[in-house]
Every structure is written in structure tokens, then in C-alpha cells.
């Protein structure tokens, strides 16, 4: 078996650079370097790594990261929390679009509104969502979202375009919006929340995902999953989230994990 983790931040482990939270935490431990990371995850089975940018620096960094791993791809984001500080720097937003021709980028992401901590203003996300998505479909390339308790202004936004490929990435929403984003083409992303995950409806929404349009993800350094809270998140933990959700959704490991292999090469062109 191989699983795919398509969504973690380990560009940053063992460097003083990136975006400031997930750097604070790497600090923390010294001795997960990047490289230590991959190699950890590669022998637990994961053989497939998308390193996703949240800034432009961050977004530099993962690009330069993967291309120095053969079995790392990287994502160009602006996280909506960061959205302030491009949405009106036309010297930045443009080096930001510089990026998106580096070898081994596979998407735009992450991008999108959250209004649960609204730490960039909702018209500065909206603006910085619409060139991330204006700048995948001009080149191909599907897109990672995060949307956080914004979902009646995500999807006129999404409906206003044609063609989007994409990622609703650490989907904890609704069984409605997960039946939306089916509906769209859109693919879910799960995590470790799914395995400490409470509320009855949460889980209900995670065992109806198809197959088909479910992706592991781990956020690591963020969001370990069960039995590990209180630890580090690393891509190898993304194995317990795919054993989590076989268990869920009365599937074998196996099938659970060529569905999602499968889904991660056809949307990002892993090869």
C-alpha cells in the first residue's frame, strides 16, 4: 500500500524561515529536519508529499524544498490570514505569480476565506481568493481551500468561475456543504480531526464522503491525530487517519488506500 499525504507544512522543519506559527513549532523540535521527515514518512508507507505554502515567503520555501525531494511536490498559497499584506502590494502579488512555473508546483492553495478568526478583512480575502483562483485556471492547476465559517460567500465566489479543479482542504463542515462539493467536482480533504472528532453529525458527514472524492491530508506540524494528541503532527501519521476512516466507512485499508492514491495523482498530476 502507498498513501499520499497532500496537504502538510514541513518546509519550514529544521529552518528559521516560513510562516511565523508553523516555524515556531518546528523550532520546538530540532531534530525533525525536513529531510528526517520525509524519510520517516516514506518508511511508514507514505511515498508522496505536497508541501503547502501559506505566504510568499512560505510558498518559496516549499517550491525549493521539493525540488530538493524527489518525492515532495509543492502548493503556492496565501492563506486568507495572510491576505492583508497582498492584497494591495502589487510587487509582492507579482512575485507571489512568479512562482507558479517552478518545477514540481501542483497547485494554488491555500487559499480562501475564514471568518472564524478574520485576521485579514473580508474584502482583502475575497480579492487575494479571486487572483489565486484567476492564476490556477490561466494555468491549469487546481487549487487547495480553506474555508472556515464562510461557506455563503465561498460558493458564489466559486460558482463565478468555470472550471475549477480543486481541494476543500481540513473539511469539517456540514454533510450539506460536503454533498455541494461533491456535487462541484471538488474533492475533500480529512485529517486527524476526524479521529477526535464529537459531534454525531461530524462524524455522519466523514463516513459519507464517496471514496471518490476523498484525500488524506495530515496539516502536519498541525492537528495530530488520535492516539498521538499532544505530539507533533508528521506525514506519517497519515496512515492512522486512512486506518481511522476504513474502520469508519466499512472499507479495507487497502481499498481506502488505492482510492485516495489514485484521487491525489489524478487532481494534482503526481508523477
Known amino acids: 500500500m502507498e498513501f499520499v499525504d497532500t496537504h502538510c ?13 508553523t516555524g515556531e513549532i518546528w523550532a520546538k523540535y530540532p531534530d ?14 507514505v511515498t508522496k508529499l505536497i508541501c503547502v505554502g501559506c505566504d510568499l515567503r512560505d510558498s518559496q520555501l516549499a517550491v525549493s524544498f521539493a525540488q530538493q525531494h524527489e518525492t515532495v511536490w509543492s502548493s ?11 492584497a494591495n502590494n502589487d510587487t509582492a502579488m507579482t ?3 512568479t512562482l507558479v512555473t517552478e518545477a514540481k508546483v501542483v497547485a494554488v492553495g491555500e487559499c480562501g476565506l475564514d471568518y472564524f478568526y478574520n485576521h485579514s478583512p473580508k474584502a482583502d480575502q475575497i480579492m487575494v481568493l479571486r487572483a489565486q483562483i484567476e492564476l490556477a485556471l490561466a494555468n491549469n492547476l487546481p487549487l ?7 461557506y455563503d460567500d ?20 456540514t454533510t450539506a456543504n460536503m454533498e455541494r462539493a461533491v456535487e462541484n467536482g471538488l474533492y475533500l480533504g480529512v485529517n486527524g480531526i476526524a479521529t477526535f472528532a464529537k459531534q454525531a453529525e461530524q462524524v455522519a458527514m466523514y463516513q459519507a464522503i464517496p471514496l471518490s472524492n476523498l484525500l488524506l491530508e495530515t496539516d502536519a506540524p498541525f492537528l495530530t491525530p488520535t492516539p498521538y494528541r499532544g505530539k507533533v503532527n508528521e506525514p506519517k501519521h497519515i496512515v492512522t487517519v486512512a486506518k481511522f476512516l476504513s474502520q469508519l466507512q466499512s472499507v479495507t485499508l487497502t481499498e481506502l488506500a488505492t482510492a485516495t492514491t489514485r484521487n491525489a495523482n489524478t487532481l494534482f498530476g503526481l508523477k
Do not use: C, M
Not at 507544512?9 to 506559527?21: D, F, L, P, V
Not at 460558493?155 to 463542515?173: E, K, N
Open 144 to 150: 487547495i481551500f480553506h474555508v472556515r465559517e464562510a
Open 76 to 86: 503556492i498559497g496565501i492563506h486568507p490570514h495572510e491576505a492583508k499584506l497582498l
Open 154 to 173: 465561498f460558493w458564489p465566489i466559486f460558482a463565478s468561475y468555470q472550471g475549477i479543479r480543486g481541494v476543500l482542504h481540513s473539511f469539517t463542515d
Open 9 to 21: 507544512h514541513i518546509q519550514s522543519a529544521g529552518n528559521s524561515q516560513g510562516e511565523r506559527t
Open 95 to 97: 512575485s507571489f505569480k
Open 32 to 45: 525533525l529536519t525536513g529531510k528526517a521527515l520525509v524519510e520517516s514518512a516514506e518508511q511508514s508507507g
